[in-house]
């Protein structure tokens, strides 16, 4: 028989255990180092930072105690009330802006053009809404990534957050539904012959189209550039003429058809 076993097994019960647990104990620590020189001979694992944005102090606090308890999330910022400062955004590295609705599209929609304005980079999540296909047009216009309705789960909301986070677009199957057929019907609409192939767009015309794309009013494109809003009107009126579209959101459908757009 080993010493070791024959040593380990006439211990009294309080030091058997203490033994037992110092055991476990290094196997812990040996399991991290393994994990550790996976992650540094392999992709490093990347924490999510999460900026939660909610009016609802119960919702805000519980969304907040489900993520902190993730090993793959931070929760680096927390909004209740008032006008949202987007420069927190930046300043905590935020990765994904989890929104609730405000209750108005209008509301929502200014948050979420300000947030990709100031952080481009940044994921937003929005929940909180009703599937009216109306409304869910313009989040998407204005950059959303993920879209919950207002019944959504906190398992839900982590799941959505995690795909967001890993490049994913995120909404309720019936409107996922919908951008297919809205975008089937986009393409048998468009006859891309009666259309230049260059579109002749200026250097200035192709900079406003994304901001077009992202549901900018005139007046936001004009800040953009720092041009009077009688320009950015003077601009589209001609981008109009070029590609042969009847209004704003006809000019960005004619250049993703074209290739010039994602």
């Known amino acids: 028989m080993n010493t070791a076993v024959r040593r380990t097994a006439v211990l009294p019960g309080s030091a058997q255990r203490h033994e037992l647990e110092r055991g476990e104990r290094r196997g812990s620590l040996a399991a991290t180092e393994e994990q550790a020189r996976n992650r540094t001979n392999g992709e490093p694992q990347r924490r999510a930072r999460v900026y939660i944005a909610a009016e609802n102090r119960l919702l805000r606090e519980a969304l907040s105690r489900t993520l902190t308890r993730q090993e793959d999330i931070d929760v680096v910022g927390l909004h209740c009330t008032g006008p949202f400062r987007v420069e927190g955004l930046i300043e905590e590295k935020v990765d994904i802006l989890l929104?609730?609705?405000r209750g108005s599209l209008a509301e929502d929609i200014f948050v979420i053009r300000q947030a990709r304005l100031t952080a481009p980079t940044v994921r937003i999540l929005l929940v909180g809404m009703t599937e009216d296909e109306t409304d869910f047009f313009q989040y998407v216009r204005a950059?959303?990534?993920?879209y919950l309705p207002r019944d959504a789960s906190a398992e839900d909301v982590l799941e959505a957050m995690k795909a967001v986070h890993a490049g994913g677009a995120v909404c309720p199957g019936s409107l996922c539904a919908l951008l297919f057929r809205f975008?089937?019907?986009?393409?048998?609409?468009?006859?891309s012959a009666s259309i230049h192939p260059r579109l002749g767009l200026t250097r200035r015309e192709q900079q406003i189209v994304p901001l077009i794309a992202q549901g900018l009013t005139n007046k936001e494109i004009a800040n953009h550039f720092c041009l009077s809003e009688q320009t950015v009107k003077n601009h589209l009126y001609r981008m109009k003429r070029k590609v042969g579209a009847d209004d704003r959101f006809g000019i960005v459908h004619l250049c993703r058809t074209q290739g010039f757009l994602v």
């Open 143 to 146: 950059g959303v990534r993920g």
């Open 99 to 101: 929104l609730t609705s």
């Open 183 to 191: 975008f089937e019907r986009e393409a048998t609409s468009v006859h």
